[in-house]
């Protein structure tokens, strides 16, 4: 049987793509700001189901091209990019999240799908045939990209989440702290390897998301003042690490 028709008689059913279309914003805010704003966001939204109260993992596995494509776009300010990932958020777990982040002007589009465990750590390895397997889009796209343009895993992100949600204008705010860094040791699944502290560690990333607009009672109850950044952990990551223009 030739390679092709065995690709396609071990083709995995992935599931139905998950796709979030929305715009967002995103602020450097102190460890006070943080505690006062969650604490207001209690009475106002509904805690996000993975969040007990105390937060939870995400560790994510970025790829970038040969060139630093990913990179050297979000650096230059170009509005129309992506960036591909694979997350998780328990070590143990026996399904990852495989992700394109698409940024379309003031808009984000994220396209995900879930993988094994076995071809998450196959794709860390960069052997990118193993998507050949998802009969998905989200899969083909990505294997198509990484081969056109030689991508390669680049830096784990690790941070804790708090999270908040309200079903009005599918509102989602986040916030992120303990933001740590390697991009030397990529095994995603290892919980030994060191992760580097980035930034100083009372700063938390803030990051609002909304369909259309953000409405004025959410402004009021954060209480908004600060400036909004263009605040990437990716790029903060690789640039911390130094391996930025490798």
Not at 16 to 33: L, N, W
Not at 136 to 164: G, L, S
Not at 214 to 237: D, F, H, Q
């Amino acid at each position: 049987m030739s390679k092709t028709l065995t690709v396609e008689a071990n083709k995995v059913k992935a599931g139905k793509s998950i796709e979030v279309k929305r715009k967002e914003t995103k602020f450097f805010i102190s460890q006070a700001d943080f505690l006062l704003m969650s604490s207001a966001l209690n009475h106002a939204m509904e805690r996000d189901g993975n969040d007990k109260g105390e937060g939870y993992f995400i560790r994510s596995l970025y790829f970038d091209t040969i060139e630093n494509k990913a990179f050297e776009e979000k650096m230059a300010g170009i509005e129309k990019r992506k960036k591909f990932r694979l997350r998780l958020y328990d070590i143990d777990s026996a399904k990852v999240k495989l992700e394109i982040k698409n940024k379309i002007n003031d808009c984000i589009l994220k396209q995900s799908i879930w993988i094994s465990r076995k071809d998450a750590k196959e794709m860390q390895e960069g052997n990118y045939d193993v998507l050949l397997n998802y009969d998905n889009d989200v899969a083909r796209k990505v294997f198509a990209e990484f081969k056109r343009f030689c991508y390669k895993p680049v830096v784990i992100i690790d941070y804790e989440r708090h999270a908040f949600v309200h079903d009005f204008n599918n509102i989602r705010v986040t916030f992120d702290s303990r933001i740590r860094a390697n991009s030397i040791d990529l095994n995603m699944f290892d919980r030994k390897i060191f992760m580097k502290p980035l930034m100083a560690q009372q700063l938390v990333v803030l990051e609002i998301k909304f369909d259309r607009f953000m409405p004025e009672w959410l402004k009021s109850v954060l209480r908004m003042k600060n400036t909004n950044s263009a605040i990437s952990k990716y790029c903060i990551g690789r640039i911390d690490n130094k391996l930025a223009w490798i």
